[in-house]
């Protein structure tokens, strides 16, 4: 059975850093594109950043570019979203999610139980 | 960006009726590269429909989509009780961001 088990979220300060892990298990994690997806508190979906398998390529949300950095560690089967200059708008539960294929986005599924990022004084 | 726009806000429909759910793309779908999930309160989101029409593993068949372009609906034949939730379409056909819509609420009428 895939498993997406998010950690790390918890209440920070703003101006503030955070680092996410995702760990994954049944599948071969280090094949298959990987994204982060938050929602804000009452609010939809929004996509914040992908990597690829194979060569790590990334791309992220205008809203986070240049402050948050994705990673993967694929010998620990782990994605990590590196958090930094975080702001109240921030603020959102983080869901990891697995893509379909290597290099293309394609569809989430499944998806972890999500992390609670908070930024607050 | 591709803007997804989901329509109705909220659905108010009786277990054993017929949803259907809109999702219209300010520009052309690639592919139909569009899919549907569910979630349900303090859960994450399910997957539902990929390719526009292509049910996801272990989804029942009262759900299916269709479309393409830019207009794209999901319908359930028939609601049951566990289906009322909010329900969100997705696009991967372009280039980043891999934009979701506003989502559609449907609730017990």
């Known amino acids: 059975e895939v498993q997406l088990v998010e950690s790390g979220g918890r209440l920070v300060q703003p101006g503030g850093s955070l680092r996410l892990s995702c760990a994954a298990s049944g599948f071969s994690f280090s094949s298959y594109g990987m994204s982060w997806v938050r929602q804000a508190p009452g609010k939809g979906l929004e996509w914040v950043s992908r990597i690829s398998g194979g060569d790590g390529s990334t791309d992220y949300a205008d809203s986070v570019k240049g402050r948050f950095t994705i990673s993967r560690d694929n010998s620990k089967n782990t994605l990590y979203l590196e958090m930094n200059s975080l702001r109240a708008e921030d603020t959102a539960v983080y869901y990891c999610a697995k893509s379909p294929k290597t290099y293309s986005p394609g569809w989430f599924d499944p998806w972890g139980q999500g992390t609670l990022v908070t930024v607050s004084s | 960006e591709i803007v997804l726009t989901q329509s109705p806000g909220t659905l108010s429909l009786s277990p054993g009726e017929r949803a259907t759910l809109s999702c219209r793309a300010s520009?052309?779908?690639?592919?139909?590269?569009l899919a549907w999930y569910q979630q349900k309160p303090g859960q994450a989101p399910r997957l539902l429909i990929y390719d526009a029409s292509s049910r996801a593993t272990g989804i029942p068949d009262r759900f299916s989509g269709s479309g393409s372009g830019t207009d794209f609906t999901l319908t359930i034949s028939r609601l049951e009780p566990e289906d009322f939730a909010v329900f969100y379409c997705q696009q991967y056909g372009s280039s980043p961001p891999y934009t979701f819509g506003q989502g559609t609420k449907l609730e017990i009428k």
């Open positions: 520009q052309s779908v690639r592919s139909s590269y």
